[in-house]
């Protein structure tokens, strides 16, 4: 089983601001098989990106996914109001299909 | 538009059994591997189960395998997920999501807004 770390937990910004999240899998991974997701409070989860860099249907360019092997990375240029969320990583190529814990981007 | 409703989410005691169902529409339903997720009060994603579309492949997370069973009726574009021997600890809201593929190895590209499902007694 793949277990994804997450960090940091907690990331306090500014609207304006870039933020840099990290995804760390405990062994070596597909990235054709890695996700990121967004959860804003009180709603359902968003898909960002799917292969770990493939933006999903309506995801502004503002948020970029990078990363190979067990190191991934979701950036998040000049966040925006709407941006102060939760961001899960996960992972897809083999059951159990793992989350990682999540960073939340809380407004400074 | 994608649209999935989850529905049959309620308080069941422990030991009980609960089927939720998720109504899908807005995409070709059989050609797509369909999820469900859950979220415990206050914590974070969990996976639960998959079920692909053409050969029906199903997977299960560990904490409900054997418990839980996931199917699908494509003739009226619904996903099905029959939880037995249910504990407290499955206590969560529970998500529908449509697979960004035909595959079980897919992502959740669409989410239901959720079920809560409240095992006790």
């Known amino acids: 089983e793949i277990v994804l770390t997450q960090s940091p937990g907690t990331l306090s910004l500014s609207p304006g601001e870039r933020a840099t999240l990290s995804c760390r899998a405990s062994q070596s991974v597909d990235t054709n098989y890695l996700a990121w997701y967004q959860q804003r409070p009180g709603q359902s989860p968003r898909l960002l990106f799917y292969?770990?860099?493939r933006r999903a249907t309506g995801i502004p360019d503002r948020f970029s996914g990078s990363g190979s092997g067990t190191d991934l990375t979701l950036t998040i240029n000049r966040l925006e109001p709407e941006d102060f969320a939760v961001y899960y990583c996960q992972y897809y190529g083999s059951s159990p299909f793992t989350f990682g814990p999540g960073t939340k981007v809380d407004i400074k | 538009e994608v649209q999935l409703l989850e529905s049959g989410g309620g308080l069941v005691q422990p030991g009980g059994s609960l089927r939720l169902s998720c109504a899908a529409s807005g995409f070709t339903f059989y050609n797509y591997a369909m999820h469900w997720f859950r979220q415990a009060p206050g914590k974070g994603l969990e996976w639960v189960s998959v079920i692909s579309s053409n050969d029906y492949s199903t997977y299960y997370g560990d904490s409900v395998k054997g418990r839980f069973t996931i199917s699908r009726d494509d003739s009226k574009n619904m996903v099905f997920l029959q939880m037995n021997s249910l504990r407290a600890e499955d206590t969560a809201v529970y998500y529908c999501a449509k697979g960004s593929s035909e595959y079980t190895s897919s992502a959740g590209d669409h989410w239901g807004q959720g079920s809560l499902v409240t095992v006790s007694s």
């Open positions: 292969a770990a860099s």
